[in-house]
């Protein structure tokens, strides 16, 4: 089916079920296609959209004097569809696309603390990002809301959120954080289980909350790429990328070619130094230190010659609107070849012996379990998502430069549970390896950046598949060319209730392994 022949099925299924969608005169979100709708016709497109199969990426406000945008994306067989309705400050009431999208119930909730948006129909109207530091009745999203906030003092606990309760005889209830025994960040898990068994798992969230999509208003390009690659520290290049992507479109920048592949190879190598730590990591958590040990040391040289080639161990601040801040002479990638042929080798030694430890097999097989029908319908990305039997790659499926120059090759496995987890992790570093050897081959001549002089008025989307899997990031800029919104949408909004489905009929001492398995982004996720 191509591309028209589904968006116009799409469009007439939406007709005759009376949701009228009508086409926006330009495509100003291209390469994604944009459609408005009316406020009463927004829960029934969701509907529709369920029903012919499309995947539900997002939703995101836009606040002016007197009303807000909300558009919310769909992804059909890595082509984009953007939906678009107003809802008016007086009045900021709508359906909920939750019923029809589970995935869509945190990112409803966040709009409804940021922006005091109300759905008529989610089924759970909890507060979600809403913090002590600022009042029931003020909103930190609408534009009479100060960037310094409200508070001068020190913000109050934030400790009567209203967890679900378990009741039944044998049934205790396990809290956990959410400040933690190691370095990660913040996080609370309200376990209920009987015995060991775990029933239920509820997580809050939001304690790493830093006020990006605040703090974004008012910054010139450069500035916001730098505040996007702070979003999620260890997914520093490909936030920057998408958030960059999206400026250039508004802007209407075209990047050289050589930047492009040099932003692929950054972002390669930001996923196999990520993979490569959490294998060591998920070992760890079931006493293999060994294993730990050597992905850890591998981790290591990554991000040494990341310091040493780029300028930056997490390849934090290389990508630039336009460009990029790094590029590689003859020698530096000769460098590179030897590094991975290097790394190749060691993995291919080291990947066997996973299969070789009995204890890690008992550990990890079966271990988690993510059903597929439950990853689809959260709408799981990445690594995730993939074990469970969601085959989608941006690269590959989505097909952006430089990637549409080459065959990307995916990872999909069906098991669902830690072990397929580490299969996908370990396929991945494979494949990225053998992408970063044809895009050092095939690295064009050029410029590694391109002049950004024209401020004007405009908007732009960003799909950039991280190493946690899909990201997208939507910029709106005004006539100066100052950021008015910025949004990014991490895979980790639907990776964290996974891990509330993956946990069920698990013991509580498998929580670490599960948790690890899945490394959601808290500050991904903590705008």
């Known amino acids: 089916m191509s591309d028209f022949d589904w968006l116009n099925e799409l469009v007439a299924r939406m007709h005759s079920e009376q ?77 909920s696309h939750t019923p029809y999208y589970p995935g869509a119930d945190r990112l409803e909730r966040h709009l409804q603390d940021m922006f005091g948006i109300a759905f008529s129909d989610h089924p759970d109207p909890r507060r979600w990002t809403r913090h002590k530091a600022w009042p029931d009745d003020r909103y930190p999203l609408r534009q009479d809301f100060p960037v310094q906030g409200l508070k001068p003092k020190r913000t109050p606990a934030d400790a009567d959120y209203a967890f679900t309760p378990v009741l039944g005889n044998g049934v205790f209830e396990i809290p956990v954080g959410p400040v933690h025994a190691g370095i990660i960040e913040p996080g609370h898990f309200r ?62 920048i075209q990047v050289p070619p050589r930047a492009l592949s040099l932003r692929a190879i950054l972002a390669e190598r930001e996923r196999i130094a990520n993979h490569l730590g959490d294998i060591g990591a998920i070992c760890n958590d079931v006493g293999l230190a060994f294993m730990q040990m050597q992905f850890g040391r591998l981790r290591e040289d990554c991000q040494r010659s990341h310091q040493m080639l780029f300028g930056h161990r997490l390849l934090m601040d290389r990508i630039l609107p336009g460009g990029v801040a790094c590029d590689l002479d003859a020698d530096s990638i000769a460098q590179l070849h030897a590094q991975h042929a ?34 689809k319908r959260l709408g799981v990305l990445g690594y995730v998502g993939k074990a469970s039997g969601q085959d989608y790659d941006a690269r590959r499926d989505h097909a952006y430069a430089p990637y549409d120059q080459f065959r990307v090759e995916s990872a999909c496995l069906s098991a669902g549970d830690v072990a397929a987890r580490v299969q996908v992790r370990a396929q991945e570093i494979e494949q990225s390896l053998s992408l970063l050897q044809q895009l050092l081959d095939n690295l064009p001549a050029g410029s590694r950046q391109a002049e950004v002089t024209t401020m004007t008025a405009g908007e732009g989307i960003g799909i950039v598949e991280g190493w946690r899997g899909e990201i997208i990031s939507y910029v709106r800029l005004d006539q100066d060319g100052k950021v008015q919104r910025y949004f990014a949408r991490d895979p980790s909004w639907f990776s964290w209730p996974a891990l509330e489905q993956l946990i069920h009929d698990n013991i509580v001492a498998d929580f670490p392994v599960c948790n690890k398995s899945v490394n959601g982004s808290y500050s991904g996720h903590d705008l």
Not at 27 to 40: G, K, S
Not at 44 to 64: L, P, Q, S
Not at 227 to 241: I, Q
Not at 344 to 354: E, N, Y
């Open 19 to 95: 949701v009228m969608l009508q086409a926006t005169p330009a495509q100003t979100l291209a390469p994604a296609h944009t459609f408005a709708l009316d406020v009463e016709d927004w829960g029934n497109a969701a509907r529709v959209a369920a029903d012919f199969g499309c995947r539900w990426a997002g939703v995101w406000g836009d606040a002016g004097d007197e009303d807000i945008v909300l558009r919310a994306c769909f992804v059909y067989q890595g082509d984009y569809l953007i939906l678009r309705t107003t809802v008016p400050l007086s009045q900021p009431v709508l359906p």
């Open 191 to 252: 376990f209920h289980v009987v015995g060991e068994e775990v029933l239920r798992l509820e997580e809050r969230l939001g304690y790493a909350h830093k006020g990006i999509e605040k703090i974004a208003e008012g910054r010139d390009a450069k500035a916001l790429a730098r505040l996007a690659a702070r979003v999620s520290g260890d997914c520093t290049v490909a936030h920057t990328w998408a958030a960059c992507m999206a400026l250039e479109r508004a802007l209407k």
């Open 342 to 375: 290097m790394l190749t080798q060691a993995v291919q030694g080291l990947l066997p012996l996973l299969d070789d430890y009995p204890s890690l097999e008992d550990r990890l097989l079966g271990t988690g379990f993510l059903q597929p029908e439950t990853a």
